[in-house]
């Protein structure tokens, strides 16, 4: 079957890009012909036709990030003449492709905008459409500019695939006039490599016999890193936070919570994987966290979205915390600075070699997620992810909780809201507290329901699936 995939993008970095990257592979794998079109063009992706359309340069994005080689743009930046001349630019590079390969069979468009509507366009043939959540959240619902070009993509799928039922029910929201919308509506989750993401005493096989726990470490981030040791030459606990350096994403409650963590913990250690345009926001806020001035991390919570570019908004959980923290709070926090790394960006083969070995994953964002893929990553490498208990992470956490122990299931999830900061804390703290066999069994079943949930092989059976419309196949949102 010849197969089209729209994407637009990178294949490395962020959710979606990694998503196409796998569905690719999968397709492949299964003796598709897979036809890719983004604007990455470095990855080379086995038994997948690449293809670039010339863009002119300039990239429209829902999240505002720097990319080497591109004029980048939000959306609600764009002229009418440079939005019209992107999509025109890329519907011409789909018939390309499709003619070029003979007609395409079906194919898959990404993103709630511009995707869909560029294969309506196109008219290669039938479609399903994926909306990740970020195109809806960011561009179409606070820009109803947007609104004509997401009925359009909509309206010509033949199914439309989401990560989560409260993806579903936003996109049902934005887009009410859209009859059959919610008849064709599917649930469509990513998948997970868990050949790459595997417990760290697991090599790739499965099989027990890999590397230890203090091996993984030793290659953590792909820089060759030494490891984590604690004060008594041990395996220091380790805590991982995997995503964008945005406000959205609630790194700031993590670096809040770290002293009370620490106040239990003394040994244990945060690493802080991603990049973005709040990093410099929340370096401030640890470097006062660190000397001790509350005086100045309030600050920081007060400025909230401006220390990202925008307009000045204030971070309420973080501000409400830290008018009253508790007792010995200043105390806890002064000197944290030296159990945390920032470590940058890194690809998703590298975080598949941060990941084992570390006790926790922390997912606290404050704005809805289509799905909680770090989370569910995270769980096939037997560590525990504690979530931010709303959108697609609740999702993600339940079906996680349902096969965890009693005691632990509880500690997967945490409610953003006042008292989010020690929520966090309380919740890491107790995972490190419970006696080894128990957090054994926890990781076990974690390992498990991963491997049961989310593979590539059946999230490329759905695709296929939807864009044939042949829904009474998949499960509803």
């Known amino acids: 079957m010849k ?27 299964l003796g598709h012909e897979v036809y890719l079109l983004c604007q990455d063009r470095e990855v080379k992706l086995e038994g997948v036709q690449i293809h670039n359309p010339d863009i002119h340069g300039l990239l429209p994005v829902y999240v505002k990030d720097p990319y080497e080689g591109f004029e980048v743009k939000a959306f609600p930046e764009l002229t009418d003449a440079e939005l019209d001349r992107y ?12 003619g070029g390969a003979g007609g395409i069979d079906v194919a898959l468009a ?48 033949s199914g439309v695939l989401v990560g989560s039922r409260h993806t579903a029910e936003s996109l049902w929201a934005a887009l009410p006039e859209v009859e059959d919308l919610r008849e064709k509506t599917r649930l469509g989750p990513p998948g997970v490599d868990t050949g ?8 790739a096989g499965g099989a027990i016999g890999g590397p230890t726990p203090e091996e993984a470490l030793a290659t953590a981030g792909g820089g060759g890193s030494p490891t984590v ?16 350096l945005i406000v959205s994403k609630g790194v700031d409650l993590l670096l809040a919570a770290w002293p009370l963590i620490r106040a239990e913990h003394p040994d244990a250690r945060l690493q802080i994987a991603g990049f973005g345009e709040y990093e410099a926001g929340l370096r401030r806020l640890l470097a006062a966290l660190d000397a001790g001035d509350l005086d100045d991390a309030r600050e920081v919570a007060r400025l909230g979205w401006g220390l990202e570019g925008g307009d000045e908004k204030a971070l309420s959980i973080l501000s409400a915390f830290l008018g009253n923290p508790p007792e010995g709070y200043v105390e806890a926090a002064q000197g944290m600075a030296g159990s945390i790394e920032l470590i940058g960006r890194l690809e998703h083969d590298q975080v598949a070699e941060l990941l084992p070995g570390a006790e926790a994953l922390v997912m606290p964002s404050t704005f809805p997620e289509a799905f909680g893929m770090v989370a569910a990553e995270a769980a096939a490498c037997g560590v525990l992810p504690v979530s931010a208990g709303h959108s697609g992470m609740l999702e993600v956490s339940r079906q996680l909780s349902a096969a965890l122990p009693s005691g632990v299931a509880e500690l997967a999830s945490f409610p953003v809201e006042e008292g ?28 498990a329901t991963t491997r049961r949930l989310w593979s590539w092989e059946g999230v490329a059976q759905g695709i296929i699936a939807a864009s044939r419309g042949e829904l009474d196949r998949l499960p509803l949102a």
């Open 229 to 244: 040791t604690g004060p008594a030459g041990q395996s220091a606990p380790r805590i991982v936070f995997v995503g964008k």
């Open 420 to 447: 989010a900061v020690e929520a966090i804390g309380e919740r890491l703290s107790a995972w490190l507290s419970l006696p080894e066999a128990e957090r054994a069994a926890a990781r076990e079943a974690l390992v």
């Open 196 to 203: 790459g993401f595997r417990p760290a005493f697991l090599p």
């Open 3 to 29: 197969i089209l995939i729209f994407h637009g993008y990178m294949l490395r970095g962020t959710g979606s890009n990694i998503y196409n990257a796998n569905l690719a592979r999968a397709l492949a794998r």
């Open 110 to 157: 990404n993103h709630l905008v511009m995707g869909p509507a560029i294969l309506a366009r196109a008219d290669v043939g039938p479609f399903a459409a994926k909306v990740h959540g970020s195109a809806l959240e960011y561009t179409v619902k606070p820009h109803p500019r947007f609104l004509p070009h997401a009925r359009e993509g909509m309206e010509a799928a």
């Open 87 to 98: 999509i025109e630019a890329n519907v011409a590079a789909v018939r390309d492709v499709a």
